[in-house]
């Protein structure tokens, strides 16, 4: 008897445990909810600061709550934070249970991508939502403009990398066509260089100078009229010489060799 007394203190304490659980959370529910309809009337009069303040209020009382993150991204939007924006639309996509809640939640995902020029991810954010809700026909308008700026986006990239290509091409060809200019000049003065040695490889300025200097060089000193006349003079004299010497000789006459000479 006393066990079973025991068992049944146990299940009403646990009952009691739920319960009181179960309370809590609907307080938490209530009061973030309470929070929330406080801030869409701050937002509605243009209030964000407090607004904004009031669904933290409610995000950090129900962290779960979709009303809050969704209401909050909203206000982010109107404005201009699409980096906040997105973020907290991402939250009440990823914590919608609701197909309605998730199709609001990521249609408005695709309108904030559009805003940043992502238009090939907002195109997979309108599928998203139409997917929670084919009948939207915004939704698919939408998406229809989406899926056209994704394809322009496409088109502008391959123009651009081809541009860049092209651009990268000629920037090649310039600097092929540079170095084939030092070569060619590199060749030019080579050849000038050798132009201006001989056949031995010496400088062809040492050779002009050498040149130059054998025909600067001293001539030979030249006899004056009276000199020659001089020297003519002295070579008779001496030939007279010579002539008389051999006529004298003749006279005397040749001595006659008469031994034989074996």
């Known amino acids: 008897m006393k066990k079973g007394l025991l ?36 937002a509605n009069n243009d209030n964000f600061i407090s607004a904004e303040m009031e669904y933290r209020k409610a995000i950090s009382k129900q962290p779960n709550t979709v009303a809050g993150t969704y209401n909050l991204g909203n206000s982010y939007y109107n404005k201009g934070n699409f980096d906040e924006a997105l973020w907290r639309h991402q939250q009440a996509a990823k914590n919608a249970v609701d197909r309605s809640e998730k199709h609001k939640a990521f249609h408005n995902i695709g309108n904030i991508l559009m805003k940043n020029k ?46 860049q290509d092209q651009d990268k091409q000629d920037q090649n060809k310039d600097q092929q066509n540079e170095n084939q200019d030092q070569k060619d000049q590199g060749d030019q003065k080579e050849d000038e260089g050798k132009d201006k040695q001989n056949e031995d490889g010496k400088p062809k300025e040492d050779q002009g100078k050498g040149d130059q200097e054998q025909k600067q060089q001293p001539r030979p000193q030249q006899l004056s009229p009276q ?36």
Do not use: H
């Open 7 to 42: 068992y049944t203190a146990v299940l009403i304490s646990t009952l009691s445990f739920a319960q009181d659980k179960e309370k809590a959370q609907q307080l938490a529910e209530k009061k973030a909810n309470d929070y929330v309809y406080e801030a869409n009337e701050l």
């Open 118 to 163: 992502q238009c090939k991810e907002a195109v997979e954010a309108y599928k998203n939502a139409l997917r929670n809700d084919p009948s939207d026909d915004e939704t698919r308008y939408n998406l229809a403009l989406a899926k056209i700026c994704a394809e322009q986006q496409q088109d502008e990239n391959q123009d651009d990398k081809k541009d």
């Open 227 to 262: 000199q020659i006349k001089n020297l003519l003079e002295a070579m008779n004299n001496q030939e007279q010489k010579v002539q008389e010497k051999m006529n004298a000789e003749k006279q005397k006459g040749v001595k006659v060799k008469t031994e034989k000479d074996w």
